[in-house]
């Protein structure tokens, strides 16, 4: 299924673009606190941004893959991004999601995370979920739980480059 645009109150949910890079460079990518507790490494220019925009385009007609980026309706600025990402090891779907400091405890990822999972039971027919947030990531933890998640346990969690988190 071809990753939809999904709409909140405050948010429209839409799949990213190569064209998204300069303002993602800029809002969230760039900076070293929220790259701090995330899998990917801190973008050190808007190529690597550029990259990672041109490989999530390549998975917007995936079935195992859905990535939003994420747009304020009032502004039209884009804060953050997050998804779905199909774990055959799992046998589910992994609810991943970051936003820009700016944007940090207002509610913001809740709300996104919250859209993407009832997208995932409505479309996508999903049962269970589940996500990983670093113990050091507390607010982070809040969103997982404001989601209807329950905590099941630590575990070891490692970044795309193989390091441990």
């Known amino acids: 299924m071809k990753t939809p645009v999904l709409e909140t109150d405050r948010l429209r949910l839409r799949p990213l673009s190569v064209n998204d890079a300069d303002e993602a460079f800029k809002n969230w990518t760039s900076d070293r606190d929220v790259a701090r507790f995330m899998r990917w490494k801190l973008h ?19 079935d195992k893959s859905y990535v939003w980026g994420y747009v304020l309706k009032e502004t039209g600025e884009l804060i953050g991004s997050g998804g779905l990402l ?19 405890n207002c509610g913001i990822a809740t709300e996104a995370a919250q859209r993407i999972i009832d997208f995932g039971k409505t479309e996508l027919n999903q049962k269970q979920f589940y996500c990983v947030h670093a113990k050091d990531n507390p607010a982070s933890g809040r969103v997982i739980t404001k989601a ?12 795309l480059d193989g390091k441990v988190r």
């Open 44 to 62: 050190s220019d808007v190529n690597e941004t550029r990259e990672w925009l041109a490989f999530e385009e390549t998975k917007i007609e995936s």
């Open 86 to 104: 199909f774990k055959e090891d799992k046998g589910m779907f992994e609810i991943g999601y970051n936003i820009m400091k700016k944007y940090w």
């Open 148 to 159: 209807r998640f329950r905590c099941q346990g630590e575990c070891t969690d490692y970044s």
